[in-house]
């Protein structure tokens, strides 16, 4: 059996804290400092400039935070989405479904058996 072991207090890692020991006039974890990656993102189907349709099996968590930070940093841009099952859950333990997501966030969303709006396509 594997022993357990403790973080210390104040710190995220027994090796922080070793470090800080040895370090007393230098402070821990100031400062946040913020970063965006650059990644690139290619949507289904393009409607118009700056309105896009975006056709999903699974949305995975990995999709939904590009989804956000593509809002967050392209406030231009109109993204749809069409589901093939906007009721299933985001995860195993999660309430939210993928349509109620949407909602929260400000994306209109479809199924194909609903049809597509025609004020998406205009």
Known sequence: MRRRRTVPTGFRSGLEKRASD???????????ISYTVEHHYTPDFKVKENVYIETK????????AK?????????????YFIFQNPN???NKVSKTTYAMWCEEHGYEWTTLEKGIPKGWLK
């Open 22 to 32: 040895l370090m007393p006039d230098v402070t821990y974890e100031p400062d946040r």
């Open 57 to 64: 099996g699974l949305f995975r968590a990995s999709d939904r």
């Open 67 to 79: 989804h956000l930070h593509i809002k967050e940093q392209h406030p231009e841009i109109k993204i």
């Open 88 to 90: 299933l859950k985001l």
